[in-house]
């Protein structure tokens, strides 16, 4: 992992087929990226406008920290959103999440300073420790019925006015709304 953390000025990656592994967090820093491209030939990973996925696009690995636009659709193919997927990604205010995906990693939105609102899919039973972290300006979200858990730091340091954690949930984590100074309202099962 970590293989180009913090590389500034890096702008496009193209992944040769030669390359089966790429560690987490291997492209998280790296702010003017907007394109991560794989070989056709390669028998681990796919991309689809910059975007890197596996071969046969179940899981979102990383979309590129400096992408232009402000909203992205992820594919119905995808099942998983991987750890720090969208990290750092400032650009953007909104993320559709479709029905298929029933995963979501670790980090996966961490420190999104635009996105506003997000519904979470009803196929996800676990809210992943830090997914939303720092999230700044995050107001609105969607826990649907099928969510067992929600991890710490899940929504710190976010702008949610309200919060309605359904039935479902058993076991919330540390610090999982710390320092949510917006929250006027919660529902707790």
Known sequence: GKAFRWCGSLTSV???????SIGDGAFWGCFSLTSIESGQGNAEYSSEDGILFNKNKTLLIQ??????GDHYTIPESVTSIGYGAFAECSNLTSVTIPDSVTSIG?????????LTSVTI????TRIEAKVFWNCSSLTSVTIPDSVTSIGELAFAN??????TIPD??????????EECSSLTSVVIP
């Open 14 to 20: 193209t992944i040769p087929d030669s390359v089966t």
């Open 106 to 114: 670790v980090k996966a939105f961490f420190r999104c300073r635009s």
């Open 168 to 177: 479902s949930v058993t076991s919330i984590g540390a610090g999982a709304f």
């Open 158 to 163: 976010t702008k949610l006015t309200e919060v």
């Open 63 to 68: 979309y590129p920290t400096g992408k232009n």
């Open 121 to 124: 899919p009803d196929g996800v």
